[in-house]
């Protein structure tokens, strides 16, 4: 068997598999090996499930062999697929990460996971994440630490960090995480894989513990935009039981990919609210916009500072929703969080109405404000992160929030599609991560031009030394 068979990407297994070149079970095994060798050390998984994986494994296996070349139903047949344990999972459990959910046992899977599974996926396991979804350090005080696989002294970020873990090392050839202020995108930017984070309503969140009604989005964490376009051709879609869900046609996402960008207008982020970061990853994101203009691009720099107040609001609506969900927790066993999580809940909490419907209302304004400003342009770019992945030893959960989100809540906050891409790497081996943002139900061209910027790069093909 081929020694690197679990980072393969999602497409090329899925051909491998239809010609035979091993089989599911075999694709299955290397992942779990992985799991098996670095999971104690990474702390990527809450509950692996090798025993299920294998037996999906079997069962994809016999449908490739009875249809070896007609399988578009199941776009995802005998492929390895990691869960962020905050989605739903019949017979499982579903911590969220926290305490309070620890004999949490669903009878049946979040929407999202149901149809992976239609589509042939291979679940093996449930990853950590941080307490609640409420953080993006992943420092979890109930599940433990998940470390960075390019330096395990780092974050992974999250919320969704185990996920961007397990696909960043081959634990899995993809992930389902969510993400409220940034918690797909910031740990794909920082463990250097691909995030998306879909139009606000275009997956279902039914199933999904929450963190803020408002905000949620599920999407993929994958390693191509390539990959990421085929999990969101099976997500995507009207959910009449999920009161977010909106009844917006889904698309065929891979359909154009190679198309290119040629033409295409792209603004910039630029100003001191977006230039105000790492050296490195200023450097990394100017020289991607080179390759956009490589690609035929017209790229002009737009002053971005607008997004402070965005951010902000995010923030606030996050831990004010996070409160009400969480209410009775909070008021009856406070102390059953986690320090940095019940700060915020109570920060949410103390948040008055009237500062509540200010942020509300700069939501509002920011859906209007992108509507027409993506009459002019068909494109944003700018950094994931502000940072790369800081030391877990001093960092503060709270501080790191504010300060990784600064760039990603924006675009929960107006419901955009965003997508992060690997850009480059810092002189210390740590990943950085470009953020394309287009206008609402622009799926199909942010990973337009994730695939073409990634067709000119190799940064997605670079995998840890572990």
């Known amino acids: 068997m081929q020694p690197d068979l679990s980072f393969l990407d999602l497409l090329s297994a899925s051909e491998a598999l239809q010609r035979h070149d091993f089989s599911a079970l075999e694709l299955a095994e290397a992942c779990l090996r992985q799991i098996e060798r670095l999971n104690p050390d990474l702390n990527a998984f809450i509950t692996p499930t090798p025993e299920m994986a294998c037996q999906q494994a079997i069962s994809a296996d016999a449908l490739l062999a009875l249809r070896p070349s007609n399988i578009t139903d199941l776009a995802l047949l005998g492929l390895?697929?990691?869960?962020?344990?905050?989605?739903?999972?019949?017979?499982?459990?579903?911590?969220?990460?926290?305490?309070?959910?620890?004999?949490?046992?669903?009878?049946?899977?979040?929407?999202?996971?149901?149809?992976?599974?239609?589509?042939?996926?291979?679940?093996?396991?449930?990853?950590?994440?941080?307490?609640?979804?409420?953080?993006?350090?992943?420092?979890?005080?109930?599940?433990?630490?998940?470390?960075?696989?390019?330096?395990?002294?780092?974050?992974?970020?999250?919320s969704s960090g185990g996920s961007a873990v397990a696909v960043a090392t081959g634990m899995s050839l993809a992930a389902l995480g969510t993400d409220t202020g940034g918690s797909i995108r910031i740990p794909a930017a920082l463990c250097g894989v691909v995030g998306l984070k879909p139009t606000f309503g275009r997956v279902s969140t039914r199933g999904v513990v929450p963190l803020s009604w408002n905000l949620d989005h599920v999407g993929p964490i994958t390693r191509t935009a390539r990959d990421a376009a085929r999990m969101l051709s099976v997500l995507a879609g009207f959910d009449p039981h999920d009161p977010a869900s909106v009844d917006i046609p889904a698309e065929d996402y891979s359909a154009h990919l190679g198309d290119g960008i040629h033409g295409w207008r792209v603004a910039m982020a630029s100003g001191d609210y977006v230039e105000n970061v790492d050296p490195e990853i200023h450097a990394a994101v100017e020289a991607a916009g080179s390759v956009f203009k490589e690609l035929g691009a017209r790229l002009e720099k737009v002053e971005a500072s607008w997004l402070a107040d965005m951010a902000l609001a995010n923030s606030r609506m996050t831990q004010a929703d996070g409160a009400a969900f969480h209410r009775k927790r909070l008021e009856m066993h406070p102390e059953l969080f986690g320090v940095d999580v019940r700060q915020r809940l109570e920060d949410g909490r103390a948040l008055t109405s009237s500062e509540y419907s200010l942020a509300r209302r700069v939501q509002v304004e920011s859906r209007r404000y992108f509507e027409q400003f993506f009459e002019k342009y068909d494109l944003l770019i700018l950094p994931t992160t502000p940072i790369p992945a800081p030391l877990i030893e001093g960092t503060q959960a709270i501080q790191?929030?504010?300060?990784?989100?600064?760039?990603?809540?924006?675009?929960?906050?107006?419901?955009?599609?965003?997508?992060?891409?690997?850009?480059?790497?810092?002189?210390?081996?740590?990943?950085?991560?470009?953020?394309?943002?287009?206008?609402?139900?622009?799926?199909?061209?942010?990973?337009?031009?994730?695939?073409?910027?990634?067709?000119?790069?190799?940064?997605?093909?670079?995998?840890?030394?572990l």
């Open 80 to 158: 390895p697929i990691s869960l962020k344990d905050l989605f739903d999972t019949a017979d499982i459990l579903t911590s969220a990460g926290s305490n309070f959910f620890a004999g949490n046992i669903p009878s049946e899977d979040a929407q999202a996971v149901l149809k992976i599974r239609l589509a042939g996926a291979v679940i093996v396991g449930k990853a950590n994440l941080h307490e609640i979804a409420l953080g993006v350090t992943n420092i979890n005080p109930h599940f433990g630490t998940c470390h960075n696989p390019w330096d395990t002294a780092c974050i992974s970020g999250g």
């Open 400 to 465: 790191a929030a504010r300060q990784l989100t600064r760039f990603t809540a924006p675009f929960n906050l107006a419901g955009l599609p965003a997508l992060s891409v690997p850009c480059g790497f810092t002189g210390n081996n740590l990943p950085i991560g470009l953020q394309i943002i287009s206008k609402h139900w622009g799926e199909a061209k942010v990973l337009q031009a994730g695939h073409s910027y990634q067709k000119l790069t190799n940064w997605h093909i670079r995998h840890p030394g």
